[in-house]
């Protein structure tokens, strides 16, 4: 996509939006293998595993063909299929209007919320999302319907299309904790809520905020990182900006490269560790490759768990 995220570019990623799945049943090398699977409103059966009879199954349940190659008997358990809302948080601050290839990571933002809302839309669950800026965040209320998905991607694309690099307003880091405040608000148990954003201006604020908020829902932090977040370019010197000062930077001394690197890192690493501290899984997702890829990578590809079933 490039600058910015047409509406019509969002639309056309249904798709592809397909070989991932954000259910809770997960392939092992899945970020998201082992999470919980949320209590609530049955809407079918899912099949969880195969097992030996035991005295007092259901004879209907077994899998004679399983039974056969074993040679003892085997059943197979099924488990609700859970209706589960799902919430998308993007980030479009000032902060996000930054790429040095490829895209933009507010176009990368945009297109995540765009693959997970028509992922979500498939599978029958109803979809809402709180989009932000440095001004302001606005909310979709949650619907199942694909009118509620458009409402989405449209309120995404009109505050992407705003950003610019002369923008004079002042960059909102607090704006991050405020957003997952209200998230909490609206999502009291039982919800998806997936954040697309480079979390900039995270803190412990914002790490016992997901901390307390996935107790109760499911979280997937969607970390967009720009490819000279982990390597440099080979040039002498480089100007960067944010839109009120600039700055150049002698990238031919060592020690100012090894510097910026060391920060970088250090910061992409205190998001990440979120996975193991907290349990809320962390994907990280550059803007020099195809997301809908990388998704389909870090959450599996559904033709897999069917070949396991």
Not at 149 to 162: E, G, P, T, Y
Request: hydrophobic fraction near 40%; glycine fraction near 4%.
């Amino acid at each position: 996509m490039g600058a910015y995220a047409e509406l019509d570019s969002l639309i056309a990623l249904q798709f592809k939006a397909r070989g991932f799945t954000l259910m809770h049943t997960q392939p092992v090398h899945s970020l998201l293998f082992g999470r919980r699977s949320s209590h609530v409103r049955g809407r079918g059966l899912d099949f969880e595993e195969m097992r030996n009879y035991v005295s007092g199954d259901d004879v209907r349940s077994i899998d004679w063909r399983v039974t056969a190659r074993m040679q003892k008997p085997f059943v197979r358990v099924y488990s609700e299929e859970r209706d589960r809302p799902t919430m998308l948080v993007v980030d479009q601050r000032i902060n996000m209007f930054f790429g040095s290839r490829v895209s933009m990571k507010s176009v990368v933002a945009a297109e995540i919320a765009a693959l997970a809302a028509w992922r979500v839309f498939q599978q029958g669950d109803r979809i809402g999302a709180f989009v932000f800026n440095d001004e302001k965040a606005e909310e979709v209320r949650m619907h199942r319907s694909r009118a509620n998905v458009l409402r989405v991607l449209d309120r995404i694309s009109q505050q992407n299309r705003q950003l610019r690099g002369d923008l004079t307003v002042p960059s909102q880091p607090d704006r991050l904790n405020e957003v997952i405040e209200a998230v909490a608000r609206t999502c009291r148990h039982d919800a998806l809520i997936i954040i697309a954003s480079d979390f900039d201006g995270a803190d412990q604020k914002t790490r016992d905020l997901l901390m307390n908020l996935s107790q109760s829902n499911d979280v997937i932090c969607c970390l967009i990182y720009d490819a000279l977040a982990v390597k440099l370019p080979a040039a002498e010197q480089l100007v960067v900006s944010n839109g009120q000062l600039q700055v150049e930077l002698l990238l031919g001394q060592e020690k100012i490269r090894n510097s910026i690197l060391d920060a970088s890192d250090k910061r992409i690493q205190s998001i990440l560790s979120w996975h193991k501290e907290i349990g809320t899984p962390v994907l990280p997702i550059s803007t020099v490759e195809d997301v809908a890829m990388q998704l389909r990578h870090l959450l599996g590809d559904i033709a897999s768990i069917r070949r396991r079933i």
